[in-house]
T-cell receptor
């Protein structure tokens, strides 16, 4: 299973953009990049996913490097409710297994 | 749309006792997953079902853990006998199908404490 590397923790000020990095140097050509987040005392929730092109939705944007060896989740204006653990996961065709790492704990400062 | 339902929310047992967790996925979702999340770690996949068949149980400790998904809808995960190291949150998730483009929907989990 392809692995991802994320910083253990990050801090951001409220109302400012947040860029959460993820390295996945062993990604294969058919692996999708998924992001989930886990709020305290809840199960993880879907944030965004993509294959090659940058993606936007109402929650966030996903910027994928041209060589696909890294990606960045962008929260455009962090709020206190965005404080969570963010997981970057590779989903490969054929395995369909979501393998979670330890994620990045995001702290948002008021 | 109703989400993934899990029960109980909390469970406290003594070691060597047995325990069962129940999960009702989103209606129409063919794929169901059970994860174990130990405090401070990311969720660890235990077993994956496609309808009522097991497609991956490579990480399930089969000497004490068992799971079933009768009729391809609800699922139960059982631990017998429980050990102290089984203390964790057990998360159930479902997706419409198996695929690299599918989203997972998680329940709130069952928090198990083994004393």
């Amino acid at each position: 299973d392809a692995k991802t590397t994320q910083p253990n923790s990050m801090e951001s000020n409220e109302e400012e953009p947040v860029h959460l990095p993820c390295n996945h140097s062993t990604i294969s050509g058919t692996d999708y990049i998924h992001w989930y987040r886990q709020l305290p005392s809840q199960g993880p929730e879907y944030v965004i996913h993509g294959l090659t092109s940058n993606v936007n939705n109402r929650m966030a944007s996903l910027a994928i490097a041209e060589d696909r060896k890294s990606s960045t989740l962008i929260l455009h204006r962090a709020t206190l409710r965005d404080a969570a653990v963010y997981y970057c996961i590779l989903m490969g065709s054929g395995t369909y297994k979501y393998i979670f790492g330890t994620g990045t704990r995001l702290k948002v400062l008021a | 749309e109703a989400g993934v339902a899990q029960s109980p929310r909390y469970k406290i047992i003594e070691k060597r006792q047995s325990v069962a967790f129940w999960c009702n996925p989103i209606s129409g979702h063919a794929t169901l997953y059970w994860y174990q999340q130990i405090l401070g770690q990311g969720p660890k996949l235990l077993i994956q079902f496609q309808n009522n068949g097991v497609v991956d149980d490579s990480q399930l400790p089969k000497d004490r853990f068992s799971a079933e998904r009768l009729k391809g809808v609800d699922s139960t995960l059982k631990i017998q006998p429980a050990k102290l190291e089984d203390s964790a949150v057990y998360l159930c998730a479902s997706s419409l199908a198996r695929g690299e483009n599918e989203k997972l929907f998680f329940g709130s989990g069952t928090q198990l404490s083994v004393l």
